[in-house]
């Protein structure tokens, strides 16, 4: 019998009651495994007052309360790791060791929340005029939104909710529908942990739940990570509805590199940080710009790698590489490298009629390597989000760099070389919000904030980190002055205030 998802509000299992919900594949299979519900706005609503109801007595909570809940969560989170991974695995389709590590950078948020009280630190100025100070204080601010996308069904909500509830707001997540199940269980977890009811729920759902979401007047703010078009959208939504926003979109990551590179070093990232989780990561390497005469050594030492692959169900041991998340996908992934070839890429591996025996009906696709590819092929200018890798051939590192800067996206980039000065430049001179010297995917560790620049980012604000606390906070400035005995009577001044 297929099971039912369901939702989470108000600290316990909520029912879909909408009539609509959709399937829960596992992609490995192709086998509907789980039907998830779709909320309808009331169940919105219904999740929505079941925050703001829990929001007054969590923001009055003591912050040793909240890191009591927090740290109790991470020793709860760290135990149930496998638990979790095999989740995602079963739903996403990724194998179970990159399961594990997107659990692990999700528990990287976790202890960020947990030492909170350096965070929320405010600063204090005595005596700014007689007997005058001057405070400021950072203050919650109130029911907040997550909407999280599918390639990681754990780690990017914990990117969201463990400082969004630290920071005494209460938190509606709405994750993706083709993987909701870890969701719950972290729902279950936090709630096992002592969260009091309604501060943390979960709403399943489609475009009708995100747009309430949106719109939804108690909704102070709204984070988001996804693809540019629906980033583009949650982002002029919700900021027309009066809300703060963080909307992480898309990304086409670049990956120079340069003559004098360890070529070893720099195939190895390449295949490493192209097919890891099947490219369905926003900071997936999806084009490699070779300089000079390295372009056909490199390629040759790609390939070398890449074919060597081992493609099967994440929960096999065996298996470096899973399926894609749908057929659908699978269908769009492959038809980027069957028309490569018209646009003018030289199709060095082509991995569109790959399936696994025994198992054909499952979303497979395998490892896609494009070379000279032009600029104005679909395999470049699109994200594809799959395990396709194009490489492109300039004759400069200004060509490069500036080939780079013309994408639309400014997500990650990455440069390898031995040459500081070279690379120095590069860090300095390249548009894109993280970069890495030598390092193929560089995602900042939980203490510095992950966020890209141009169609990557809409909003002020990148996620996790110091930008994590100052969006799920604002700021208050406090002037104070306590008489003295002694003072005599001020009288009236209807000038400007001084502070001396």
Not at 232 to 239: G, P
Request: proline share 6%; hydrophobic share 40%.
């Amino acid at each position: 019998m297929t099971k039912t998802v369901s939702h989470w509000i108000g600290g316990a299992p909520a029912e879909g009651a909408s009539g609509r919900s959709g399937p829960v594949t596992d992609p490995a299979t192709g086998a509907v495994t789980a039907r998830v519900p779709f909320a309808d706005t009331g169940e919105v609503d219904a999740a929505v007052a079941a925050a703001k109801a829990a929001y007054e007595g969590w923001r009055s909570s003591s912050l040793a309360q909240r890191t009591s809940v927090l740290f109790a969560f991470r020793a709860l989170l760290d135990a149930h790791r496998d638990d979790i991974a095999r989740l995602i695995t079963a739903e996403h389709g990724k194998v179970h060791a990159d399961a594990l590590g997107e659990v692990a950078r999700g528990l990287e948020i976790v202890d960020l929340a947990c030492g909170i009280p350096t965070q929320l630190k405010g600063g204090l100025s005595t005596q700014v005029s007689q007997r005058v100070d001057v405070a400021e204080i950072r203050q919650p601010l109130g029911v907040v939104a997550g909407i999280t996308p599918f390639n990681f069904p754990a780690m990017v909500p914990m990117w969201m909710f463990p400082l969004a509830i630290a920071c005494g707001n209460t938190f509606v997540l709405k994750p993706s529908e083709k993987d909701p199940s870890a969701s719950v269980r972290l729902a279950e977890l936090l709630s096992e942990a002592g969260l009091p009811d309604g501060v943390f729920n979960v709403l399943h759902g489609d475009r009708v739940a995100v747009d309430r979401l949106l719109a939804h007047p108690d909704v102070a703010a709204v984070s988001f990570v996804g693809s540019t078009p629906i980033a583009r959208h949650v982002h002029r939504t919700a900021s027309e509805h009066g809300k703060r926003v963080q909307a992480l979109g898309g990304a086409k990551n670049h990956m120079m590199v340069l003559p004098d590179a360890d070529l070893d070093a720099a195939a190895d990232a390449a295949v490493s940080a192209a097919y890891g989780s099947a490219g369905e990561r926003c900071m997936a390497v999806s084009a490699v710009v070779a300089v000079g005469a390295v372009g056909d050594e490199l390629v040759q030492r790609i390939k070398e790698r890449a074919e060597k692959i081992t493609i099967g169900p994440g929960d096999d041991p065996a298996s470096e590489m899973g399926p894609l998340i749908t057929a659908e996908h699978r269908d769009r992934v492959a038809g980027y490298v069957r028309g490569a070839a018209e646009q003018g890429a030289e199709v060095v591996l082509d991995g569109s009629g790959y399936t696994v025996e025994g198992r054909e009906n499952g979303h497979w696709i395998g490892i896609s390597l494009l070379d000279r590819v032009p600029v104005t092929a679909d395999a470049y200018r699109d994200e594809i989000f799959g395990p396709v890798l194009s490489v492109l051939r300039v004759d400069s590192y200004d060509e490069g760099l500036a080939l780079i800067n013309a994408s639309p996206y400014g997500n990650g980039t990455a440069i390898f070389t031995r040459d500081g000065g070279a690379a120095r430049r590069f860090q300095m001179e390249v548009e894109a919000g993280m970069v890495g010297v030598n390092v193929p995917i560089p995602v900042p560790v939980g203490y510095h904030s992950f966020g890209g620049w141009k169609d990557s980012l809409f909003g002020d604000h990148h996620i996790y980190g110091t930008d994590g606390v100052r969006f799920y906070t604002r700021g208050k400035a406090i002037t104070t002055r306590w008489p003295d005995p002694a003072d005599a009577p001020a009288g009236v001044d209807l000038g400007f205030p001084r502070n001396h």
